[in-house]
């Protein structure tokens, strides 16, 4: 529940260079949560970057948000916001997303049986479809299958609501997944949005197991692999810090699915840590700004001498 907002108004390469400093920032508070957008679809170089502060922002958080930008810093708009929850309130009444066979909704609109269809609530945690990273996974997941990837364990990491983990148990219904959140709020979301999916939760073929961690930091999420598809919709800054993990967590010939980094210098990063950790590229989608890349784990890769050490 957020009850402040920041604004800086700038161009849209502006944002874009702030959001890929903020990635780079380790110390960061991580009660002041980031975004930004384009403000009308008919100025798309107009941009804003938002903040959201669970109390009133002083002038640390204004100064950080600030140092950000290079050189002089754009000025900023502070408001209070009612006590609602935002991200529930903006995603009311979307329209239902349509993704390779997907057919994702809210309950406000029915379903489509000529599809492998969800119904997704505005929740506390992302992950709707709405976004293009989820709706460009959920392309790039079909894409797998029509390629006849067989999938025999699935991790899910920074699920959010469960919506990709689901989607690969639809398309390899035979398989067991694992799904990961940093976020204690998407235990219930993702138990919520299973029953409402008429999906298993649990152990064994067809069923999904939960648990909060951050990154691959979870014993159980590690002993139920080597995963042969791991699927991670972030942000730029963890997925190149987690690829080795990534790595030492999946089979050799294993597929990767990595969303969240904006094209150009983010994927570019991704990209080389990727290639260092073991994974070639496979296939590309560009959805928007934002990169959706397939990679798949070289079968001859090994660990190094330290990485073993880290995972034993």
Request: glycine letters at 8%; aromatic letters at 6%; proline letters at 7%.
């Amino acid at each position: 529940m957020t009850s402040w907002k920041l604004s800086l108004l700038a161009p849209k390469p502006a944002v874009q260079a702030a959001l890929l400093a903020h990635d780079e920032i380790e110390d960061w508070d991580f009660d002041l949560v980031i975004s930004g957008r384009e403000i009308d679809e008919n100025h798309p170089q107009d941009w804003v970057l938002e903040g959201w502060y669970p109390k009133k922002p002083g002038a640390a958080q204004e100064r950080a948000l600030q140092s950000l930008f290079e050189g002089e810093a754009p000025r900023i708009a502070v408001e209070k916001l009612p006590d609602e929850d935002w991200l529930a309130l903006s995603q009311q009444g979307a329209p239902p997303i349509n993704a390779g066979p997907f057919h994702v909704h809210t309950p406000d609109f029915p379903a489509r049986k000529d599809a492998i269809d969800f119904v997704i609530p505005a929740a506390q945690a992302f992950g709707t479809g709405q976004h293009e990273t989820t709706a460009g996974c959920l392309e790039m997941l079909a894409e797998m299958k029509a390629q006849g990837r067989r999938v025999r364990r699935i991790a899910d990491i920074g699920t959010g609501t469960g919506l990709l983990g689901f989607a690969a148990l639809r398309l390899w219904p035979g398989a067991e997944a694992t799904a990961s959140d940093i976020d204690p709020v998407c235990a219930q979301v993702v138990k919520d949005n299973a029953a409402l999916n008429a999906l298993a939760l649990g152990a064994g073929p067809g069923a999904m197991t939960m648990v909060i961690a951050e990154g691959m930091d979870d014993p159980l999420l590690r002993l139920r692999g080597p995963y042969d598809l791991l699927i991670a919709n972030i942000l730029a800054g963890p997925l190149v810090e987690l690829a080795p993990d990534f790595a030492a967590n999946v089979s050799p010939g294993a597929d990767l699915l990595l969303a969240g980094l904006l094209a150009g210098e983010q994927e570019e990063a991704v990209r080389r840590a990727c290639k260092r950790a073991g994974f070639t590229p496979r296939e590309r989608l560009q959805r928007g700004d934002w990169a959706i890349l397939w990679l798949r784990r070289r079968p001859n890769w090994r660990l190094s001498g330290r990485e073993r050490a880290r995972w034993r």
